[in-house]
């Protein structure tokens, strides 16, 4: 059956069961608005009318310059990482929905945020071709690389690489695209953190 494998450092840390999932997010993200250079999240689940099977592997880990992550998307038969719920994560805080509405408030509030850093790098290869550099820019202060597996496609996973800024977020902008890709079974892709 299919899995994505992460590894940070040649290290094997969690392998997710796709069986029966909807969909898994894989993210490593980062911006010149926070001190830590870069962090890790693994989450996903299952979702329908009045099913909540949202799960977290990786919650906010954080990477170091020189450190690697690699997602590998295998036919695999176990042992697979049971992750846990936001309540088994978090079991001190309420769980609340969270308001993503763009107010003017907040909007402000973005933009007054200081940069802690004054730049970041990273570089993506993916096992059979493509690959990218990105390097922080006085537009372009925040990353994403992402590989998104979802039940429409369950022998493939989408890999992006985007740059953005705050102006994009509040303007409900994606920002630039620098890697859109596929990853089949048997392939993987490498993010530096550098």
């Known amino acids: 059956m299919a899995a994505l494998r992460i590894e940070v450092d040649g290290v094997g840390l969690v392998t997710v ?13 980062s911006s010149l608005h926070e001190e830590a250079p870069a962090g890790l999240e693994v989450h996903g689940g299952t979702y329908g009318d009045g099913v909540n099977g949202h799960r977290i592997w990786v919650s906010d880990k954080l990477l170091m310059p020189g450190q690697s992550v690699k997602v590998s998307l295998i036919e695999c038969d176990g042992p697979f990482d049971e992750g846990q719920t936001m309540r088994e994560m978090f079991p001190e805080e309420e769980s609340e929905e969270f308001d993503f509405t763009m107010t003017d408030a907040r909007a402000a509030e973005l933009r007054a945020r200081p940069r802690l850093r004054n730049s970041f790098s ?7 071709g493509p690959r990218c550099s990105v390097d922080s820019d006085p537009q372009n202060d925040q990353f994403t690389f992402m590989v998104l597996w979802d039940q429409t496609r369950p022998l ?16 409900r902008q994606i920002g630039n695209d620098h890697l859109r890709d596929t990853l089949a079974v048997g392939e993987s892709v490498t993010c530096l953190v550098a």
Request: proline fraction near 0%; aromatic fraction near 6%.
């Open 122 to 128: 990273m570089k993506v290869e993916k096992s059979s």
């Open 17 to 29: 069961n796709l069986d029966g999932m909807h969909l898994l997010h894989v993210s490593v993200g």
């Open 156 to 171: 493939q996973a989408r890999l992006s690489v985007r740059t953005y800024c705050f102006e994009d977020v509040i303007a």
